[in-house]
């Protein structure tokens, strides 16, 4: 039988000559139920049910990536402290009362978290507090959800996920901070793309950074001449210069 799909002969198929294949018809079905994944609002932002074969496979395949990465981050550490493991350390953030963890999870997550705990001034018994004053309560149990889960959900805030990868930066959690640079990359527009090159540029993302300079490219008028855009002049003026020259080469 002649699939109409990968078959080598190129033809006309028409009703009832349009034959598939086993594996082509099981890709089919794989490929719709995506799609309808997306429409019922169970898959993310990141997809778009307009993508091509190749587009789609290459989404699928980043996806795949990006879970095993996060399998590898997780291990059996989660589960373990998740299903019963006293806290033995109490997290003091800026504001808000500190928040029980688990210090060996945050040891495995972050080389910055074991240095601390391994210092003197951190050698102390079960439940020492220890103070992060650079970071808001809502931002550490955002921080230490995903240390725990691997994951923010999809109605994390677009603040927060700004926080999380400075604080990626920051306490080296290398996983985090690829998973936020995914994140803000597919809600990257116009309206944002400052604030986006703001940060990736204080955290060193680097493609994120050459993919806001892209769009800023395709907006410039818009982003450029904006009230926005004076503000951020101010307060960057080394992007600023970046901008300006990069608009002039292209």
Request: hydrophobic letters at 35%.
């Amino acid at each position: 039988m002649d699939c109409c799909v990968c078959g080598p002969v190129v033809a006309t198929y028409r009703h009832p000559r349009n034959n598939i294949c086993p594996n082509c018809y099981e890709g089919a079905k794989l490929l719709n139920s995506i799609i309808r994944k997306v429409e019922d609002g169970k898959r993310s932002e990141s997809f778009d049910s307009r993508m091509n074969l190749s587009d789609m496979i290459k989404w699928m395949e980043g996806k795949e990536k990006m879970e095993e990465e996060r399998m590898d981050f997780l291990g059996l550490l989660s589960v373990v402290f998740r299903e019963g493991f006293p806290t033995d350390i109490l997290i003091k953030p800026a504001t808000g009362p500190p928040i029980p963890a688990h210090r060996v999870l945050l040891e495995s997550r972050s080389e910055i978290f074991r240095t601390m705990f391994e210092s003197d001034k951190c050698k102390a018994p079960a439940n020492k507090i220890i103070h992060l004053p650079d970071i808001t309560h809502e931002e550490l149990q955002c921080l230490l959800d995903f240390l725990y889960a691997g994951t923010l959900p999809d109605t994390t805030s677009e603040k927060h996920v700004y926080a999380m990868l400075m604080a990626s930066d920051k306490y080296h959690v290398p996983y985090l901070k690829k998973f936020c640079e995914t994140r803000l990359l597919h809600l990257l527009n116009p309206s944002n793309a400052l604030e986006i090159l703001e940060v990736s540029e204080t955290c060193s993302s680097h493609g994120l950074k050459k993919n806001v300079f892209d769009l800023i490219e395709k907006h410039k008028d818009q982003i450029v001449f904006s009230t926005q855009f004076d503000v951020f002049a101010i307060k960057n003026p080394h992007l600023c210069v970046e901008i300006t020259r990069m608009l002039a080469r292209r």
